[in-house]
C-alpha cells in the first residue's frame, strides 16, 4: 500500500496568483459518494465543536461530478471541497487551471475496499477477477475471436459458481469506484485470461486496453448512478445479483448482504490495511486554496479531519470503516497542507 505522503507539486498545483475568493460564511463540499459519509461526520461534529463556523455542507453526486464542479471556478458560487474515491486526473487539473483554479491540495486520508455481495440470504461466492472480467466484459477473446460475451450464468463462468443468471449492479461512470473497477478488476482479469496480448495485436495498445475494460450492455451489468442506497435496494429486489459496494457501506449494512472473496480474501479492515485484498483504493478530498482564508473555517476544517480525534484509530471515521493513514502520515500531509499556506510555489 502506498504511504500518504503528499508530494509538493501534487498539493500545490499553482499556475499562477489568484486573488482571493469572495467571502461565504458556510464550507461547501461535493463529491464521492464513498467519501460521503465520511465527510459528514467530519462536518457535523466539526460544526459541533467549532460553534463560530456554520456546520459545512456536504453533498453527493460522485467523483467525476465532484471535480467537474471543483473546477468550475474560483468565488462564493463554486465549492470548496471536491471529494474523491480516486485521484484527480491530469484533464481535470487543465480545466481547473482553465477556470482558474490553479491553487489545488491533494489530501489523503485514508483507504477503502470494494466489495462484492449478494443478499444475505444468498451462499457465499468466492470470486476472482477472472470471473469477474468473464461475466462482465462486453467481449471476450474465445478461441481466439473477438466475440460478444456469451455467458448468461455464473456457473459457464466458471463450474464452482452459482447456477444462477449472472446480474451485477455496478458504479456509473461518474462514479471513481467506476474507475478502480475497471483497473483492478476487469484490466486484471483480462491479462489473467491472456486477452490482452491478442487485443492489443488486433487493435493497438490504447484501444486494446479500452476493450479489456468496456461492460456489456446487454442488461446484466447496469451502472448505478445513485449512491450505495440505490444499488442496496436493487439487490434486494434482485436477490441473486451481485453488487458493488465500498467496505465502509457493507460493514454497516452486513446484516442484509453476504459478501464475497476475491482471489480467497475477505474484505476486511485488516485486509484492506494490510494490501491482501486486492481490490482497494485510497480516497481523498480536494481543496480550493484560493478559498482558504476567505471561506471561514476551511483551514480548520482541513486540520480538524486529518486529526487523531476524527481520522485516528480510534476516530469515528475508523468505526464507520475507513482504514486510516498512519498519524505520522497525517501530520506530514498536514504539514505539507500548512507549509503551502506560508509559502505556495510558483
Known amino acids: 500500500m502506498k504511504h500518504f505522503v503528499l508530494p509538493a507539486v501534487a498539493l500545490f498545483l499553482a499556475i499562477s496568483a489568484i486573488g482571493s475568493a469572495q467571502a461565504r460564511d458556510q464550507i461547501q463540499i461535493a463529491g464521492s459518494s464513498t467519501v460521503l459519509p465520511y465527510a459528514k461526520i467530519v462536518a457535523e461534529t466539526f460544526g459541533e465543536i467549532y460553534p463560530d463556523y456554520k456546520t459545512p455542507i456536504v453533498e453527493s453526486g460522485g467523483s467525476s461530478a465532484g471535480l467537474k464542479e471543483f473546477c468550475r471556478g474560483v468565488g462564493p458560487r463554486t465549492i470548496d471541497i471536491a471529494n474523491a474515491s480516486r485521484p484527480i486526473r491530469p484533464g481535470e487539473i487543465e480545466n481547473c487551471a482553465m477556470n482558474g483554479v490553479t491553487e489545488i491540495a491533494e489530501v489523503a486520508f485514508g483507504y477503502d475496499g470494494i466489495v462484492f455481495a449478494t443478499a444475505s440470504s444468498m451462499p457465499q461466492m468466492a470470486l476472482t477477477p477472472l470471473d469477474l472480467y468473464r461475466a462482465l466484459a ?5 478461441d481466439g475471436q473477438l466475440v460478444k460475451n456469451p455467458y448468461t450464468l455464473w456457473s459457464e463462468v466458471n463450474p464452482a459458481l452459482p447456477d444462477t443468471e449472472i446480474k451485477a449492479y ?5 462514479h471513481g469506484t467506476r474507475e478502480v473497477f475497471e483497473e483492478k478488476v476487469l484490466a486484471v482479469g483480462c491479462e489473467e485470461a491472456d486477452s490482452l496480448p491478442v487485443l492489443t495485436e488486433m487493435f493497438g495498445e ?3 486496453e479500452n476493450t479489456c475494460i ?4 446487454d442488461g446484466r451489468a447496469p451502472g448505478i448512478d445513485g449512491d450505495y442506497t440505490e444499488t442496496l435496494a436493487r439487490v434486494a429486489a434482485d436477490r441473486t445479483a451481485l453488487g458493488v459496494f465500498g467496505l465502509s457501506f457493507y460493514d454497516n449494512n452486513a446484516d442484509k448482504l453476504k459478501v464475497a472473496t476475491i482471489s480467497g480474501v475477505t474484505p476486511t479492515v485488516e485486509t484492506v490495511a494490510s494490501g491482501e485484498y486486492p481490490v482497494s483504493r ?3 478530498f480536494y481543496v480550493k486554496m484560493a478559498h482558504v482564508g476567505a471561506i471561514p473555517g476551511l483551514r480548520e476544517y482541513v486540520a480538524f479531519f486529518l486529526s487523531e480525534n476524527m481520522a485516528g484509530p480510534y476516530g469515528p471515521l475508523a468505526e464507520y470503516g475507513l482504514v486510516p493513514a498512519s498519524e505520522q502520515q497525517r501530520a506530514e500531509i498536514l504539514a505539507a497542507f500548512e507549509d503551502a499556506l506560508m509559502s505556495p510555489e510558483d
Open 282 to 284: 485510497p480516497l481523498f
Open 214 to 217: 468496456a461492460v456489456r450492455r
Open 206 to 208: 490504447k484501444q486494446g
Open 138 to 142: 462486453a467481449e471476450l477473446v474465445i
Open 170 to 174: 455496478i458504479p456509473g461512470e461518474k
